[in-house]
């Protein structure tokens, strides 16, 4: 977990991992590296799976997670990954259809499941009273979404079941004042994405990405922050990317606002 200098105003976190499905090969992995005094701290996360058959999610390839601060206080760090799994999923959208089975009453009951209730049947994330965008969060897929127009590139879906992955993120590195891209409980991007019904994160099975920052509670700056960051940059405007969840958290912590973006590059029922 990075630990946070106590004069550091604003800051953001960036990591990125290689994914796909290859022949069976090798897999390396090298940790975090630290280099210093934590309010320069940098880390670098190189990873390269490959695996055989079956239609299994592998991961293939390098990706390199990098943090630290710049001369103004603020710092960077981001996450991505990607894939060449199938980008949609045919299951069915609808409540459970049997007696009593209620979506939205915090059980998920038989019938039930991730892609027709993540309200009721997800592990992790935001709970339904947050997992709505905000003002704010509105505000930065607009934003978010011209700058890729004026890049050439598609714009971004919002997808509920990452919305709920990244509020619940943001929330907690609020609540249990942390600032990283690893949970304090050790899960990773992908594996937040899983527990909060994301299903294709479950490996993960499609391109991934995350961004943090912390530190501004509006859109316009903490986009601003971003973009002046390479490894941000890169993820804002990945060509692999087609939906996000966005999530803002405020009101405490060592920064008081913190903010999660995490994008997907395929559909499933999940985000509707």
Not at 5 to 27: D, E, F, P, Q
Not at 47 to 65: D, N
Not at 149 to 172: V, Y
Not at 181 to 200: K, M, T, V
């Amino acid at each position: 977990m990075q630990q946070k200098s106590t004069n550091l105003r604003r800051y953001l976190g960036v990591v990125s991992v290689g994914l796909g499905l290859m022949t069976l090969a090798a897999c390396t992995v090298t940790g975090p590296q630290d280099f210093g005094d934590d309010s320069n701290k940098n880390e670098t996360i190189d990873s390269g799976w490959e695996g055989q058959g079956g239609g299994s999610a592998a991961q293939a390839g390098v990706g390199g997670a990098t943090s630290g601060t710049g001369g103004d206080g603020t710092s960077a760090s981001n996450v991505a990954s990607s894939s060449n799994v199938a980008s949609s999923s045919n299951v069915a959208s609808s409540s459970s259809g049997m007696s009593g089975s209620v979506c939205g009453d915090n059980v998920c009951d038989a019938g039930e499941n991730c892609q027709n209730c993540g309200e009721d049947c997800s592990k992790g994330g935001s709970p339904p009273a947050t997992t709505g965008l905000d003002g704010e969060e509105q505000a930065f897929l607009q934003i978010i979404n011209t700058y890729r127009t004026q890049n050439g590139l598609g714009t971004l879906a919002a997808c509920k079941s990452l919305n709920r992955t990244a509020q619940g993120h943001s929330e907690d590195m609020r609540d249990q004042d942390y600032f990283s891209h690893d949970g304090l409980n050790g899960s990773e991007p992908w594996d937040r994405a899983c527990d909060a019904c994301y299903e294709l994160g479950c490996g993960p099975m499609t391109a991934m990405a995350e961004n943090i920052a912390a530190g501004n509670s509006g859109a316009q700056k903490t986009f601003t922050q971003w973009k002046n960051s390479p490894g941000h940059d890169k993820n804002m405007k990945g060509a692999s990317f087609k939906y996000i969840g966005i999530g803002r958290a405020t009101g405490g912590g060592t920064y008081g606002s913190y903010w999660t973006n995490v994008f997907g590059g395929a559909h499933e029922k999940s985000c509707d």
